[in-house]
């Protein structure tokens, strides 16, 4: 278990995977009483659906992957769409915060390589939402950035270019083998890391380590666990 390079950099994937993506929460909050108990678990499985498929045509920004894909959803369920409802799911996404352990793990880790992050967040919510992991990245890469959201091949390409690395020169961290390492293992990452978060079936045929506890992640770079 571990890498034998010493990458340039990690880069990460960010909500899911750092941060705690609650927004099926939000959307349960901001919606309330006007989304049924009957029809919420097929709205929240079906908006997950419509997002990843509005993520892979023309750019547009991620308040509007939200508010088309709530509006796909409740138009399949028979509930009101409101674009206001997006807006304010959309507004509580920078004040999420990391999963236990994410911040003392990504601290020590980059005491022994540069942290980036790659994030199908647009830029301004990028920046709050790294500000509040409390860990020094080298560089943030939103989907405003790059033009294109993961699993696009496209943002991958992007963000070689921007660190000026080659795939076998860095490691890829994230929790979801759909949106990253699907992609990544396709661009040529060859040493990738899936934090089983439960929220995605193990691919483990697409070659990474797998973590359950983000505190393994600096073991793998030679660190001794805390």
């Known amino acids: 278990m571990g890498f034998e390079i010493k990458p340039k950099f990690v880069t990460f994937d960010m909500n899911g995977t750092l941060i705690q993506f609650a927004i099926n929460d939000a959307m349960r909050e901001v919606l309330g009483g006007r989304l049924p108990a009957e029809v919420t678990d097929e709205y929240l499985r079906i908006c997950k659906a419509y997002r990843i498929d509005e993520c892979m045509g023309a750019y547009k920004t991620f308040h509007q992957i939200v508010a088309d894909s709530m509006e796909r959803a409740s138009r399949q369920v028979g509930i009101e769409f409101r674009e206001e409802d997006a807006r304010a799911v959309y507004e509580i996404v920078p004040t999420w915060g990391p999963y236990p352990g994410v911040t003392d793990a990504l601290n020590r880790l980059a005491e022994v390589v540069p942290l980036v992050i790659i994030t199908n967040s647009d830029t301004a919510h990028a920046e709050r939402l790294a500000e509040n992991l409390q860990a020094p990245f080298e560089v943030v890469i939103s989907a405003e950035q790059m033009g294109v959201y993961k699993p696009r091949l496209a943002a991958f390409e992007y963000m ?41 079936h193990d691919e483990h045929w697409l070659g990474y380590e797998r973590i359950t506890d983000i505190a393994d992640l600096p073991v793998l770079f030679g660190l001794p666990r805390p």
């Open 160 to 200: 070689f270019d921007k660190l000026g690395v080659t795939p076998d020169e860095i490691v890829h961290v994230s929790a979801s083998p759909m949106y990253d390492h699907r992609p990544a293992a396709v661009m040529g990452i060859k040493n990738k890391v899936y934090v089983d978060r439960g929220f995605e």
